[in-house]
């Protein structure tokens, strides 16, 4: 069971161009949504992230889009560049127990030609 | 340099030997965590920490084993390793405030092949 749905698998863009990435949940008590960036033979690193009582949020040429009604937030990168080729991950997380579990998408691989 | 480091980054084993992968973090993190990295199913959480000696199941223990025996180290058992095993494994950690958990921090990952 797959709580949150990443798509698309892969992404190829041009230099310049804008990429977006989309993710779409169905627990209602997820409360935070970060994205991590993970470059070849490297682990995931925070890249930016979401609470639900804002629609978007922006830093430099990345941009979260969070639509909490329909449940899907999505990632915007502006002005693409090929230092941005990397797997994408969304995630979400939620209380459990005495914890908090941050579930993540299946991750998108995008490609930016120079 | 905030870290965490995993050992061994790359190892190839056969079915049923016992193998342990280290994790130690250098950020005073009361909060640990392993995961699998699978083709398609993104990052799946295997067991975390809260603190030491608390521990508690992710959505994939099955197979794995863990300890907190003190704050900066959780290592990951695989006491009977098996092919279903193979994987790339992350361990990460991050402060908790409040018990709401931040921004976690990755190790580099251990890429295991169980033959």
């Known amino acids: 069971q797959q709580q949150v749905k990443q798509s698309p698998q892969s992404l190829i863009v041009q230099k310049g161009g804008i990429s977006i990435i989309n993710c779409a949940y169905e627990?209602?008590?997820?409360?935070?949504f970060p994205w991590y960036q993970q470059f070849p033979g490297k682990g995931p690193a925070l890249l930016i992230a979401?609470?639900?009582?804002?629609s978007e949020k922006k830093e430099g040429r990345f941009t979260i889009s969070f639509n909490k009604s329909a449940k899907q937030f999505s990632l915007h990168i502006m002005d693409s560049q090929p230092g941005d080729s990397a797997t994408y991950f969304c995630?979400?997380?939620?209380?459990?127990?005495?914890?908090?579990?941050?579930?993540f998408g299946s991750g998108t691989q995008l490609t930016v030609l120079p | 340099e905030a870290q965490v480091t995993q050992n061994p980054r790359y190892l190839i084993t056969v079915t049923g030997k016992k193998l342990t992968v280290t994790c130690s973090q250098n950020?005073?993190?009361?909060?640990m965590s392993w995961y699998r990295q699978d083709p398609g199913l993104g990052l799946r959480q295997i067991y975390y920490?809260?603190?030491?000696?608390?521990?508690d199941k992710g959505d994939v223990p099955e197979g794995y084993k863990v300890s907190r025996k003190e704050k900066r180290n959780f290592p990951l058992i695989l006491e009977s390793p098996s092919p279903n095993q193979t994987s790339l494994y992350f361990c990460?950690?991050?402060?908790?405030?409040?018990?709401?958990?931040?921004?976690?921090?990755f190790g580099e990952g251990s890429r295991l092949t169980v033959l």
């Open positions: 995630a979400a997380q939620r209380r459990r127990g005495s914890a908090r579990q941050l579930t």
């Open positions: 627990n209602t008590a997820f409360d935070y």
């Open positions: 979401i609470r639900p009582d804002v």
């Open positions: 950020m005073n993190h009361e909060y």
């Open positions: 920490s809260m603190n030491v000696e608390v521990t």
């Open positions: 990460a950690s991050c402060r908790l405030m409040g018990g709401v958990t931040g921004e976690l921090f």
